[in-house]
């Protein structure tokens, strides 16, 4: 993927084709599951302190954007806090969207990853299937239920802002599927904590991906080793 130059991650003009939407995607900042790899799904757990200094060092790297014209979020608490620090520093209102929550992952939210099998080995095996249809008891979505929301809802946003440059804060597990949406066939790997990635959403039902889970604005700061992970296990 296309790494960050001169700390600019639009080139000099920052200016999109008309026929294309720029979507800036970003990570929530850390929480206190993240840190004890508890699986928060749709639970709504607040950030921790690095995840706000996290959110903090995004905003101040977005703010110095151009021709940035709208910020889209999660609901949910640690992501929708990750985007009014950005927007607060972009001078923008933040537009909630629930398609873009992470995965709901039913039995297993509040457990860590190592516990789950142990705890509710129905819902855990439901988890690691490789069904793209299979629900996880207790509420929890399946693969293709989270794929078709979330690729939607960022369908959504690059119709309605043809020629522009959006961020979009969200989870783990979506940014994962809206890089197989893009990149069919490959294992994006896990995503970061305020990590940046862009998607190119073109017309004709073109997707394309300049940059991928960079996180060099973490890389001079104490919570970088705090950002790792991401997916299912995370959230």
């Given at each position: 993927?296309?790494?960050?130059?001169?700390?600019?991650?639009?080139?000099?003009?920052?200016?999109?084709?008309?026929?294309?939407?720029?979507?800036?995607?970003?990570?929530?900042?850390?929480?206190?599951?993240?840190?004890?790899?508890?699986?928060?799904?749709?639970?709504?757990?607040?950030?921790?302190?690095?995840?706000?200094?996290?959110?903090?060092?995004?905003?101040?790297?977005?703010?110095?954007?151009?021709?940035?014209?709208?910020?889209?979020?999660?609901?949910?608490?640690?992501?929708?806090?990750?985007?009014?620090?950005?927007?607060?520093?972009?001078?923008?209102?933040?537009?909630?969207?629930?398609?873009?929550?992470?995965?709901?992952?039913?039995?297993?939210?509040?457990?860590?990853?190592?516990?789950?099998?142990?705890?509710?080995?129905?819902?855990?095996?439901?988890?690691?299937?490789?069904?793209?249809?299979?629900?996880?008891?207790?509420?929890?979505?399946?693969?293709?239920?989270?794929?078709?929301?979330?690729?939607?809802?960022?369908?959504?946003?690059?119709?309605?802002?043809?020629?522009?440059?959006?961020?979009?804060?969200?989870?783990?597990?979506?940014?994962?599927?809206?890089?197989?949406?893009?990149?069919?066939?490959?294992?994006?790997g896990g995503v970061w904590n305020t990590s940046i990635s862009i998607f190119q959403l073109s017309?004709?039902?073109?997707?394309?991906?300049?940059?991928?889970?960079?996180?060099?604005?973490?890389?001079?700061?104490?919570?970088?080793?705090?950002?790792?992970?991401?997916?299912?296990?995370?959230?």
């Open positions: 993927m296309e790494s960050v130059k001169n700390g600019n991650i639009a080139g000099e003009a920052g200016l999109v084709d008309g026929s294309c939407t720029e979507i800036i995607v970003v990570r929530h900042g850390e929480t206190e599951w993240n840190a004890l790899s508890k699986m928060q799904g749709q639970t709504d757990i607040d950030l921790n302190e690095a995840g706000r200094q996290q959110a903090i060092k995004v905003a101040e790297r977005l703010s110095k954007e151009p021709n940035i014209s709208a910020i889209y979020s999660s609901d949910l608490k640690r992501a929708l806090d990750t985007a009014e620090t950005i927007a607060s520093r972009c001078g923008l209102q933040v537009v909630t969207d629930t398609d873009l929550r992470e995965r709901h992952i039913g039995d297993l939210q509040g457990l860590t990853y190592s516990e789950a099998p142990k705890v509710n080995p129905i819902a855990f095996e439901a988890l690691k299937s490789p069904r793209k249809d299979q629900e996880i008891p207790g509420g929890g979505e399946s693969k293709d239920q989270v794929f078709r929301r979330c690729t939607t809802s960022l369908e959504r946003i690059a119709e309605k802002h043809r020629g522009e440059r959006v961020v979009v804060v969200t989870h783990g597990s979506i940014i994962e599927k809206l890089y197989k949406r893009a990149v069919p066939g490959e294992r994006p017309e004709g039902d073109k997707w394309s991906i300049k940059l991928w889970n960079d996180k060099s604005h973490l890389r001079e700061t104490e919570y970088l080793e705090s950002a790792s992970g991401g997916g299912d296990a995370s959230g």
